[in-house]
């Protein structure tokens, strides 16, 4: 079922596939894949296949999955074509509702951020609006930031660790053939909003520029070398902002309807995104575990101790 979805990017050194025609139509129909920057074309294959078995009606038109990537070739093979299409498919297929598991899975394995292990992570807010409530998630592929700029709820943690940081020598980049060294910062972020809060598509899109000033709260600056890209949908207003084929002509019913929050009273979801966000931040550095990857490359998740002393108590 279609919904309405909005995209901004922060900035574009990464890759959200299928994003012009969300910006077009201003609607998302297909199941979102998060991968590493080598493994988007097995992604999207396994989406185009998946959706011809389930949904052969879809692909008798024409498919254009989302899929978006952050770079993890510090701890994977990235080369390696470990990913394929059926990975892609067995993930749909074991979807499920529940409590997303957080920290090294999925897209997130090999991910590091903050110059900490990284991964995936989540977090929602609900929001009382009138007589009803809407919540707001937001997910993320966290790859991004310098050691030196994180912070938690204000107080500076990055620069104080004791913890190895593996981008402080960044000679690893040199020494196994790569033109160019890896930059503190470098990676990239890929952040889900999904709501139930029945949204215009541009309203989605205010949703998803909100999602760096959540970012901006733990810390980093937003760096060149990192594509950051938000894709906001609300999954209200079902049967709405289709755009297939038409078959028959325009009939009795011609027009699609939907309602939508009123713009001045939609504040209440930009401080949800924005919260969900810096602790979806968190919630990954926390979840994170210490990782060895290829050729021995390491990394260490945020010492836990070190969380603790910084919010203790005198």
């Known amino acids: 079922m279609p ?15 299928g994003r012009s ?16 920057s080598h493994a988007v074309g097995a992604v999207h294959a396994g989406i ?28 994977n093979q990235i080369n390696a074509r470990h990913v394929r299409p059926e990975h892609a498919i067995a993930a ?35 929001v009382v609006y009138g007589e009803r409530e809407h ?37 690893w980049f040199v020494r196994d053939g790569e033109r160019a060294r890896v930059r503190g910062g470098s990676g990239s972020v890929i952040g889900i909003v999904i709501t139930d809060a029945p949204l215009l598509p541009g309203q989605c899109e205010a949703l998803a520029r909100r999602v760096p000033l959540g970012l901006a709260r733990t810390g980093t600056s937003g ?14 207003n079902a ?14 019913q011609p027009y699609e309807s939907a309602e939508f929050v009123p713009w001045g009273r939609i504040d209440p979801f930009f401080e949800a995104v924005v919260q969900a966000t810096e602790e979806a931040v968190a919630n990954v550095l926390v979840a994170a575990r210490d990782m060895v990857g290829r050729d021995g490359h390491a990394n260490v998740a945020l010492p836990h101790h070190e969380v603790c002393a910084a919010f203790a108590t005198s």
Not at 21 to 36: A, R
Not at 151 to 167: F, M, Q, T, V
Not at 223 to 236: K, M, N, P, R, W
């Open 3 to 17: 919904c309405a979805a909005g995209i901004h990017s922060l900035n574009g050194n990464g890759e959200l596939t």
């Open 21 to 36: 025609w969300i910006e077009e139509s201003g609607s998302l129909t297909l199941p979102i894949g998060i991968t590493n």
């Open 48 to 75: 185009d296949e998946w959706t011809q078995a389930a949904h052969p009606e879809l692909a008798a038109e024409w498919l254009l999955p989302v899929v978006g990537e952050t770079w993890d070739g510090y701890l």
């Open 92 to 126: 749909i297929e074991s979807a499920a509702t529940g409590p997303v598991t957080e920290g090294n899975v999925g897209g997130g394995t090999g991910m590091n951020c903050y110059g900490f292990k990284g991964g995936s992570g989540t977090a929602s807010r609900v």
């Open 135 to 171: 919540t707001v998630g937001v997910f993320l592929q966290a790859n991004f930031g310098s050691r030196n700029e994180l912070r938690l709820a204000g107080r500076p943690l990055g620069r104080e660790s004791a913890a190895p940081n593996p981008y402080e020598d960044a000679a």
């Open 223 to 236: 760096s060149h070398f990192s594509g950051d890209i938000f894709l906001a949908c609300s999954t209200a």
């Open 239 to 252: 049967g709405a902002f289709t755009s297939s084929m038409p078959v028959t002509p325009v009939g009795d």
